[in-house]
């Protein structure tokens, strides 16, 4: 039996349901509600500063941490807010904004907050919708003759697999940008693939796909080669077909050294820079906090721009910023 048929799309429908119930008591911890880790930060907090027309957290710092030597030091006594950076004495989040704009937008529209758990939960069942669809469409138009359990086979290890059991069962800010991220990227690649099969409204199509990919990206930051590989793997394609095969291996080359660079610019240039300037005797716990610092660094590098927060970086709050 096909998942293209009638009978296929009723049985991944019940899988679906099925998987969500296993989906809501893990994300809930079995008391089926929506509660905040304690110690964690949230995008509510993000959202909170949106609406107050601010980019930084309302969350202060402790007078003792900013009178510190090095006031991101994770061993200073004084309380400190985790998965942020200080700027200008005051707390920036580091993580992605465009979670937060959701967020906003709901307590705009309801007054009440919206929790992590409810985000990811909506993302992870979004997301196995959206996969479905992906490999329905890869059955119908690229695989006909291949047998349904491969299909089935991937969608049920991908919907049960430990890591996206692990990401359910622990509902925290950094889990919701991966969730929401990946389910506006493959999002994006349905569209793509929709759109080279259709007749009209291509041009349409594209263009929600770019949404779809630009908006991941402001979830987070390295989804940025979802469509970056789809894009080089489309032009490889095309190339292969006019058997310009020099011009493939340079790409592929071009890609490698792009990367390495980057690579090695973080971890063995900008990283020792970090240290140096922030008085670092050693290295923080929190890792992405690093990250954050080393963005810092390479947007002061080539960019020529002052230091600012990642979460200002990521969307239209780096050009507030600026001005």
């Known amino acids: ?17 099925l998987l969500v119930a296993v989906y809501l008591p893990l994300i809930t911890k079995g008391s089926f509600q ?10 509510d ?3 909170s500063a949106f609406l107050s027309k601010q980019l930084h957290l309302k969350q202060e710092v ?28 005051k707390y920036y989040l580091q993580h992605e904004p465009f979670p937060a704009l959701l967020h906003a937008a709901w307590t705009a529209l309801t007054g009440r907050p919206c ?38 086979g991937i969608w049920t290890s ?23 991220g990946s389910l506006l990227s493959l999002s994006g690649i349905l569209f793509v693939m929709i759109a080279l099969h259709a007749d009209n409204k291509r041009t349409a199509l594209l263009a929600l796909a770019g949404s779809c990919f630009g908006a991941a990206v402001c979830c987070r930051a390295s989804l940025i080669f979802y469509p970056i590989t789809l894009l080089a793997s489309i032009i490889a394609f095309r190339l292969f077909q006019k058997k310009r095969y020099k011009d493939i291996f340079q790409a592929t080359l071009a890609c490698i050294f792009f990367s390495g660079y ?42 020529q721009i002052k230091t600012c927060p990642n979460s200002v970086i990521s969307l239209f709050g780096f050009t507030a910023e600026l001005f």
């Open 45 to 47: 907090m993000l959202a």
């Open 158 to 180: 991908f919907s049960l697999s430990s890591v996206q059991l692990y990401m359910v069962s622990r509902p925290v800010i950094y889990h919701e940008a991966i969730a929401m």
């Open 1 to 17: 039996m096909s998942i293209t048929t009638k009978a296929g799309k009723i049985i991944l429908l019940y899988t679906c349901l």
């Open 262 to 303: 980057i690579y090695f610019d973080i971890t063995f240039i900008q990283f020792p820079k970090i240290w140096k300037s922030n008085g670092l005797r050693e290295k923080p716990f929190d890792f992405p906090v690093i990250r954050g610092l080393s963005l810092f660094h390479l947007g002061e590098k080539h960019l």
């Open 62 to 89: 402790d007078p003792r941490r900013l009178q510190a030597e090095n006031p991101l030091d994770p061993s200073h006594p004084s309380p400190f807010q985790f998965d942020t950076v200080i700027w200008k004495e």
């Open 34 to 43: 929506f509660n905040e880790i304690p110690g964690f930060p949230n995008y």
């Open 115 to 152: 929790t992590t758990g409810v985000m990811i939960f909506l993302s992870v069942s979004g997301v196995l919708i959206i996969l479905s669809l992906l490999l329905m469409n890869l059955n119908r138009w690229y695989f006909k003759y291949s047998p349904p359990w491969i299909f089935w």
